[in-house]
């Protein structure tokens, strides 16, 4: 099965293998871990097929990593910036006045910026950055500033993240838990889905005794339009393994968090 690329340029058009069900990259879920406790909520069960003209034949991932990928995010900005260009008509806006000229195309690379992280996989981020230790004490790393879009309305939330584990003689480099959080708040999200992906990252990267996410974050949404509420803030938390089974170290990494 094959699929072309459409950029919406004169060159020819680039041809995309597209993978097979049976090729898709598969997760392999902590054996220690009930694989309930990993279930993403609101993400689908089947893989889900793209809309988006030209990638009709592409499948999501079920944790919505797109499994194809276009040769690179660079070629989707004819496309991107065409919609905008639309989009600024749309609004009564001259797109050709000096001001607009290279509006389109910004906004484009901006949304693509803003949505990087569908382009990055956990493997590469971690770069095996994971070490061997004898070191089974608590590890968090608090107030990860966090930008991420509402999938909803497709305006940015933000906040911090605070991640904690307990290591079983694996540790992580202590920036790759930032970079986790890159990899799933570059993408149109809710903050739930977030929390968790989070979560299930750093599970699936160090095998711990446990995984701990607190996120904490204002959206544009119910502040700039909607109940246009400034002041409210969303907290979201996800507890795997000893943090949701023993209240003595859920509190311990709250307490850890929480102090200035
Ligand atoms: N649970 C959750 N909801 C979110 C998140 N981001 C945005 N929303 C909500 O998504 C909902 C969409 O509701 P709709 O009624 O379909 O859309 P709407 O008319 O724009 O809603 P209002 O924001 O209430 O004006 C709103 O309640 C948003 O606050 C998120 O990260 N998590």
């Not at 901006?110 to 070490?131: C, H, I, P, R, W």
Request: hydrophobic letters at 35%; a negative charge.
């Amino acid at each position: 099965m094959s699929t072309s690329h459409q950029n919406g340029t004169s060159a020819p058009q680039e041809v995309v293998k597209a993978p097979r069900v049976a090729d898709l990259r598969t997760v392999s879920w902590s054996e220690s871990l009930d694989e309930k406790e990993l279930d993403v909520p609101g993400t689908p069960r089947a893989p889900r097929t793209s809309t988006t003209p030209g990638h009709e034949h592409c499948t999501f991932h079920h944790d919505m990593e797109l499994d194809h990928r276009p040769p690179t995010r660079e070629s989707l900005l004819p496309d991107m910036s065409r919609s905008y260009r639309l989009l600024l008509s749309s609004l009564g806006e001259d797109p050709d006045r000096q001001g607009l000229l290279k509006t389109p195309e910004r906004a484009a690379k901006a949304m693509l910026f803003f949505t990087k992280g569908y382009d990055q996989s956990l493997e590469e981020v971690l770069n095996d950055a994971v070490f061997d230790e004898d070191h089974d004490e608590m590890v968090v790393v608090k107030d990860i500033e966090m930008f991420s879009m509402c999938e909803h309305h497709l305006v940015p939330f933000y906040g911090k993240v605070s991640i904690g584990y307990l290591p079983k003689k694996k540790i992580l480099g202590l920036s790759k838990l930032a970079r986790i959080v890159e990899i799933f708040s570059r993408r149109l999200q809710v903050q739930e889905r977030l929390t968790k992906q989070i979560a299930i990252a750093v599970t699936k990267a160090v095998d711990p005794a446990g995984v701990a996410v607190v996120v904490e974050g204002v959206h544009m949404c119910m502040v700039m339009r909607g109940v246009q509420k400034i002041n409210s803030k969303t907290v979201t938390s996800t507890m795997l393994g000893v943090f949701r089974d023993d209240p003595k170290t859920r509190e311990e990494f709250l307490n850890l968090v929480h102090s200035k």
